[in-house]
């Protein structure tokens, strides 16, 4: 089996980023959250923790997997769609 490297696998990904968000996180809800289990399930590493509780996304490089939205235990905290048409990850054959 061939191993294949993270920055090779990263080099066949695209981000065709839109100018509307389709994950929006309302920070108002996490600073309830005691789980932060979006911080630790995201594969990109999109959800930073900030010093008021609340969470900040960066959607510009999500792989939209769809699983901060299935591990959210705060009642509307994450809202997902998917991106526009033409917009959102791409991945390429290497």
């Given at each position: ?10 080099a ?35 959800f ?6 609340g969470?900040?996304?960066n ?9 901060c ?15 526009d ?10």
């Amino acid at each position: 089996m061939t191993t294949i490297s993270f920055e090779d696998r990263m080099a066949t990904i695209d981000f065709r980023v839109g100018s509307r968000a389709h994950i929006e996180v309302d920070s108002d809800v996490c600073r309830s959250c005691t789980t932060r289990a979006c911080v630790v399930c995201c594969p990109a590493n999109l959800f930073v923790p900030t010093s008021d509780g609340g969470i900040l996304f960066n959607y510009e490089q999500c792989f939209e997997c769809g699983t901060c939205y299935l591990v959210c235990n705060g009642d509307g905290a994450i809202s997902w769609t998917y991106p526009d048409g033409g917009h959102g990850v791409a991945f390429r054959r290497s």
